[in-house]
Every structure is written in structure tokens, then in C-alpha cells.
């Protein structure tokens, strides 16, 4: 099991950016791969990105492409997710999640850290 706790959200004007950090403690972080997922009001949850155990592949929702980057430092044990030109539809709760495995459900998830984009 591995704990997570994110961080770097907040509020930010239509155009902005944010940096958010997802910090690893317990297993090894480099055994797992990670990914953010987002959930906004009255809405389901939905996966951002993820990335794999050593950085490479990648994959991005449609709706980020271009405008967010999914990243790791194994070395520091943390995750990253730098978000690009947001825009207001990109107010929600972020999650970051990860998974021993590289297909199936993600295991250990942190609190989340809120990020909300005013227009």
C-alpha cells in the first residue's frame, strides 16, 4: 500500500495555470503507476492521465491534450500534473491514484485537492 497526499490547488482565473504534486510514502513509488482523476460537482469521476512506472507512455484524456502533462520524480517519490490555459469546465476535485498493476482498478488514492478555474 502506498499513502497519497496531493497538493497545488486552488483557485486560478480562466487562462491560468496550476501545478499540482501528488506525494508517495509507504511501498516503493516507482512499483506503481499513477494517474489524476477529477471529479466535479454532480458529475462522475473521470480519468485525467496517467502515466506509467518509469514515466513513459503517457495517456490523456481528450479534454486535456495539448493543455495539461502528466510527470514523475521516482527519485522524490512524487507525481505531477501541470495544467495549461484552464477554463472554468476544469473546476473539480483532483485526484491522484495509483496501482501496482498496469491495467485495472487503481488501489490507493490520496484526499484530492481542489482546484477551481473562474471565468
Known amino acids: 500500500q502506498v499513502q497519497l497526499v496531493e497538493s497545488g490547488g486552488g483557485l486560478v482565473q480562466a487562462g491560468g495555470s496550476l501545478r499540482l504534486s501528488c506525494t508517495a510514502s509507504?511501498?516503493?513509488?516507482?512499483?506503481?503507476?499513477m494517474a489524476w482523476f477529477r471529479q466535479a460537482p454532480r458529475k462522475e469521476r473521470e480519468l485525467v492521465a496517467r502515466i506509467s512506472r518509469n514515466g513513459t507512455p503517457t495517456f490523456y484524456a481528450d479534454f486535456v491534450k495539448g493543455r495539461f502533462t502528466i510527470s514523475r520524480d521516482n527519485a522524490k517519490t512524487t507525481g505531477y500534473l501541470q495544467m495549461n490555459s484552464l477554463t472554468p469546465e476544469d473546476t473539480a476535485l483532483y485526484y491522484c491514484a495509483a496501482r501496482l498493476t498496469t491495467v485495472g482498478t487503481y488501489a490507493d488514492w490520496g484526499q484530492g485537492t481542489q482546484v477551481t478555474v473562474s471565468s
Open positions: 509507504g511501498r516503493s513509488f516507482s512499483d506503481y503507476s
